[in-house]
């Protein structure tokens, strides 16, 4: 089974702290996401990453960029956190037969 | 442009009664369509998947859901509810070869024994 794993399941932070949310997946998929899930708004796209070093911009990019230095990695930074960027933050990777597998999630509480 | 919308964000019914999640696509090309699982403190299961194949598409854990092109409706059903499947499904569409899949808002499905 595909297993994508991030790191943290809760993390709090202050506001203006800069955070780093880190995703593994060990199936070798090219298509990776980040994506924030909130009460009544469903998910949505923050970035994705197509390949090695390669980005695009999802649906609500401001305040967040990404690094995918590796195949396996792609990690989510919040430059300096803000208190509406409290939320559960989703990665996925996506397999060559378009099915997306998702880790368990990181809660993030920013104070 | 795609997009879903999921009709009711939740929904109960008792043990052993017929489950129907009612989601409506909208795309400008023949969509890839989706439903995802997610339970208490997991991320998203792929429950089943749509891709132009079937109309009517068997899922895991006994959930089928049926592509309606006239109705641009893609709803999810289980003939018997389990308390096992209380939890948050999300319908979700894409076309072929893009890069992103648009969720619903998710429906909040509770099992009452």
């Known amino acids: 089974d595909v297993k994508v794993t991030q790191s943290s399941r809760y993390l709090v932070k202050r506001t203006g702290e800069k955070v780093f949310l880190e995703c593994v997946q060990d199936?070798?998929?090219?298509?990776m996401f980040w994506y924030r899930q909130d009460p009544g708004l469903g998910l949505r796209l923050i970035y994705f990453?197509?390949?090695?070093?390669?980005?695009e911009k999802g649906d609500i990019p401001e305040g967040y960029s990404v690094s995918r230095e590796k195949k396996e990695r792609f990690s989510l930074i919040l430059e300096s956190a803000s208190t509406n960027q409290t939320s559960m933050y989703l990665c996925?990777?996506?397999?060559?037969?378009?099915?997306?597998?998702f880790g368990s999630g990181t809660q993030l509480s920013v104070l | 442009a795609q997009s879903v919308t999921q009709l009711g964000s939740h929904v109960s019914v008792s043990e052993g009664a017929l489950v129907l999640l009612r989601c409506n696509y909208s795309?400008?090309?023949?969509?890839?369509l989706f439903w995802y699982v997610q339970y208490p403190n997991q991320g998203l299961q792929l429950l089943l998947k749509?891709?132009?194949?079937?109309?009517l598409v068997k899922g895991i854990n006994g959930f089928e859901a049926e592509f309606k092109k006239s109705e641009t409706s893609f709803h999810l059903t289980k003939p018997s509810a389990h308390m096992s499947d209380a939890a948050e499904y999300f319908c979700a569409v894409s076309r072929t070869g893009a890069n992103n899949l648009f969720f619903g808002t998710g429906t909040r499905l509770t099992v009452i024994p």
């Open positions: 749509y891709t132009s194949a079937a109309t």
């Open positions: 990453s197509y390949d090695v070093k390669m980005k």
């Open positions: 996925a990777s996506r397999s060559p037969n378009e099915k997306l597998f």
């Open positions: 795309s400008s090309v023949p969509p890839y």
């Open positions: 199936m070798d998929h090219e298509n």
